[in-house]
């Protein structure tokens, strides 16, 4: 497409998306207004200011919403990934997920949701959105971030979306008014045309300080062939192998994502982007479609008028009790002669005592001045206010439990049902926020793949926080469950992984919820400290937990430890840990000289070179079989540990001495057998490419024997220094 097509359809999807938007975005200016305090209408706001009469707004409207945002807070929906399919696997999912909670915590995400979910509540919505960067200055590998909008009018969305949190948005405008000098800083001082008015709703796209810049997102669909291997999986490439052609093939429409950066009648820079989701992710209040028409309405929209009638209550009380007059001395006439200057300031100073003629003005003795009383504020004013703050409560569904107030339940069962009313009244904000982060992670799950797309070495997080370092794209040694080292490849772009978020409490609050009832339990059944100590002691948060945790732990019979942690000795785990290493060294070595033996070989053809190809090959063949030596003396090493703890566990279980001599005097025979087959094996493996394996094999009366299998050197990746002979 063009430049000039992109600007003009971005023109026409700009105007239909304002048109769309306008009753929403003009309502959503009202409710956060009304939220911030202005709560007034101007005219009857000057109109009581020009005649001096009180105006006050007791704004009780932050307290509602505070109580539906703060318990968003503390009840973080969480992104779960799982596998999908068959070419997809748990292993890999665990590592997506704590690449996930990587990317939220290094992009401090909380802000981001924070932020839109505020305003989804105050002013019914709010964004957010999924941006990629480098990770600085000085690197060339990207980082994917989760960015808040601060300000949730610069989105325009798709008008013809359906779809709560945006996923079948085909377009949509980020927009940001730019000085004009910053803007001709980073693009130049070429000049740029305004859109014509009405073409762009609002107009302005051009003034004389301002530029307003656009980003735009927009979704094309591509014709592509897809084809069906014969392993079963599908990609866009055709197979050409001919030994295994495809089974099948057809056309698909493709969503392809792009971004382009508009600037007046310019495009300043596009891309296309992965994933087939627009990274910016709505979150809405209450949605209600009246005549086709979709409608967002906050938390405060109707609770607006209760607000209002309060702040009128109340500043009609206060007015009553300002502009009630003094309340008036009664004195007969000459009672105050020679002392009226003291009487006209006692309504305004406080005097020790007023002094006055105990007759009148005919000698008749009266009794002292008496101060008239005064009307009250009439009942209506006072039950008129209180009508109001019920009318708060009744319309956002929010009571006096939900707010911390005393009412009247009196058990904790009876208050924590009744805060469980005002959150069901609520939960609808908290649903919406649930789905948008839910959104939020499948596209993560597409950009994950996209960006991490080369061996490298990725941060995971736990849900705990843990930080672990893992190797993505590119193979790795480690240990399968019976502790064999295999080789894995965690490949993140195979396969199809699902997404589902959940809503719940943190970890921290888990943590303290677990120590809770672990204390409970443990005053009720004080014995099972010794059993479960540990991990009481682990979920209590003060300094030297998890020391004492593990000293606990050393203390818990070895039958109810983990399997893994009953005690490999540690000279025998750092013995077969260099073992393994010399094994890869080897591995890697024999690589080396198969590529100078391949090298040789193209230059085959006289009698140096052919001596040369057989020297290499003898070398090869001795390598081969030094590294089977060296695997065939990791499997007996790890047959020997599995001897030892199955024979320890059987001294136990029977806790008789003659069944541990026993158990010692097979372990002794065990290893002269093992120390015999290495001889062997040391002794021929230099002259042949065949190998012996020795293997451990139990027998139906309970002793261990071993076996000998020759077979063939097998000729895999391989290593470098041998570890001293020495007895296991």
């Known amino acids: 497409m063009t430049d000039e097509k992109l600007i003009e359809e971005a023109k026409k999807r700009f105007a239909k998306s304002v048109e769309a938007e306008a009753e929403n975005r003009k309502n959503w200016i009202d409710d956060v207004q009304f939220y911030s305090g202005e709560q007034w ?52 999912a665990e590592i997506l997920q704590g690449l996930v909670r990587h990317i939220e915590s290094n992009s401090n995400a909380d802000q981001a949701y ?107 669909q591509e014709k592509v062939t897809i ?100 309340a008036p001395f009664v004195v007969a006439e000459g009672q105050l002669e020679g002392y009226e200057g003291e009487w006209k300031q006692a309504n305004t100073k406080n005097f020790a005592y007023l002094t006055y003629n105990p007759v009148d003005v005919n000698g008749n003795q009266v009794p002292a001045p008496q101060r008239q009383g005064f009307a009250a504020p009439p009942s209506g004013v006072l039950q008129g206010a209180l009508n109001a703050e019920s ?47 839910r959104q939020a992670g499948r596209i993560l799950v597409q950009y994950i793949p996209a960006i991490y797309d080369t061996p490298r070495v990725v941060r995971i997080l736990g849900e705990d926080g843990t930080e672990e370092m893992r190797q993505v794209n590119q193979p790795v040694i480690e240990k399968d469950e019976q502790g064999n080292p295999v080789e894995r490849i965690y490949d993140l772009g195979l396969g199809t992984y699902d997404v589902v978020c959940a809503a719940g409490p943190s970890y921290s609050t888990q943590r303290q919820e677990a120590a809770a009832s672990m204390q409970a339990i443990l005053q009720a059944a004080p014995q099972l400290m010794q059993v479960a100590g540990d991990l009481l002691v682990k979920n209590l948060d003060w300094p030297g937990a998890d020391e004492l945790a593990e000293r606990l732990k050393k203390t818990i019979p070895p039958e109810l430890q983990d399997e893994e942690e009953q005690q490999i000795p540690p000279q025998v785990q750092q013995a077969m840990q260099q073992m393994e290493q010399a094994i890869q060294q080897r591995e890697q070595m024999i690589q080396q000289l198969m590529q100078e033996l391949q090298s040789l070989k193209a230059q085959e053809g006289n009698d140096q070179a052919k001596v040369a190809i057989d020297a290499k090959k003898v070398e090869i063949d001795a390598y081969k079989a030094e590294t089977d030596r060296l695997k065939v003396k990791l499997e007996a090493q790890a047959a020997q540990v599995e001897i030892d703890k199955a024979n320890v566990e059987q001294a136990i279980s029977s806790e008789s001495s003659s069944a541990v001599n026993e158990t010692l005097a097979q372990v002794a025979q065990m290893q002269q057998v093992i120390a015999q087959t290495l001889q062997s094996m040391q002794a021929v493996a230099p002259q042949t490419a065949k190998v012996k394996r020795a293997r451990a094999v139990k027998q139906p009366d309970g002793s261990w024997a071993m076996e000998s299998v020759e077979e063939a050197a ?11 002979e020495g007895e296991m």
């Open 41 to 92: 209408p101007t005219e009857i706001r000057k109109s009581r200011e020009f005649d001096s009469r009180p105006c006050l707004t007791v704004n009780r409207l932050p307290q509602f919403v505070r109580q539906v945002t703060n318990d968003q807070r503390q009840n973080r929906p969480s992104i779960k990934i799982r596998p999908a399919d068959d070419n997809a696997d748990p292993e890999t």
């Open 714 to 724: 097998p000729q895999m990746p391989v290593a470098i220094e041998e570890l001293p």
């Open 391 to 437: 009318d708060l409560k009744s319309v956002t569904g929010i009571y006096d439990a939900s707010l911390g107030a005393k009412s009247n339940e009196t058990s904790g069962k009876a208050i924590l049902a009744r805060q469980k009313e005002g959150d069901v009244s609520t939960f609808h904000f908290i649903d919406n926020m649930t789905r948008a982060i």
């Open 114 to 220: 924070d932020n839109a979910f505020f305003y989804a509540v105050t002013g019914s919505f709010g964004y957010f959105r999924i941006v990629t960067d480098y990770a600085s200055d000085n690197s060339f590998e990207q980082e994917i971030f989760i960015r808040r909008i601060a300000n949730p009018l610069s989105v325009y969305g798709d008008a013809d979306s359906n779809e709560p949190d945006g996923s079948d948005w085909n377009y949509c405008f980020v927009v940001e008014e730019v000085p004009r000098d910053a803007f001709e800083a980073e693009h130049g001082k070429e000049e740029v045309a305004d859109w014509e008015q009405g073409t762009g709703g609002d107009g302005g796209w051009v003034t004389k300080d301002t530029v307003r810049v656009a980003e735009y997102y927009y979704v094309t």
């Open 227 to 326: 084809y069906l291997h014969a392993d079963g999986s599908v990609s866009e490439e055709a197979s050409t192998d001919p030994m295994f052609p495809d089974l099948d093939k057809r056309e698909v429409q493709k969503r392809v994502v792009r971004w382009a950066k508009l600037g007046g009648d310019k495009v300043l820079d596009k891309t296309d982007l992965p994933g087939t989701y627009i990274p910016v992710i709505p979150v809405y209040g209450d949605e209600v479609i009246i005549d086709g028409k979709k409608e967002l309405i906050s938390l405060i929209r109707f609770a607006k008028d209760p607000q209002r009638m309060l702040n009128y209550w109340r500043s009609t009380e206060t007015e009553l009790v300002a502009l009630q007059p003094k």
